[in-house]
């Protein structure tokens, strides 16, 4: 799905400049399209994959420690309520972590120079 939506997306990108009148790589100022659409795909891909970090591992942690608490003599479901207990902790984790790194990657796009 999301490899569909890339091209569709990028299809109507590239039917927009071809489309602009004078779009031409002498005079790119005249094309309609730029990477604006890129960027803000890109934009929408981190936010989903943020959002889906963040709520999914909250809902795993919740789920695992509930069957892992409800278990009792049950190892087999102690067990599976361990491994998503620790599987959402590692979700959130990689959530912080995820930030973390997607912004030294812009940093890095935009050439070390920060406005902050």
Not at 16 to 24: G, H, L, M, P
Not at 61 to 67: C, E, N, P, S, Y
Request: include cysteine; aromatic fraction near 12%; charged fraction near 10%.
């Amino acid at each position: 799905m999301l490899a569909l939506s890339f091209v569709l997306t990028a299809g109507g990108i590239g039917a927009a400049s071809v489309v602009a009148n004078d779009c031409s790589p002498s005079d790119p100022s005249a094309c309609e399209a730029g990477m604006d659409g890129y960027t803000n795909m890109l934009d929408n891909l981190f936010e989903v994959a943020h959002t889906t970090l963040q709520y999914a591992g909250f809902v795993t942690v919740f789920a695992g420690a509930t069957l892992w608490f409800t278990a009792r003599r049950s190892s087999e479901r102690a067990q599976t309520g361990v491994w998503l207990l620790v599987g959402g902790l590692a979700m959130i984790v990689f959530y912080f972590g995820f930030t973390a790194f997607v912004s030294l990657l812009k940093w890095v796009a935009e050439g070390g120079s920060g406005s902050s």
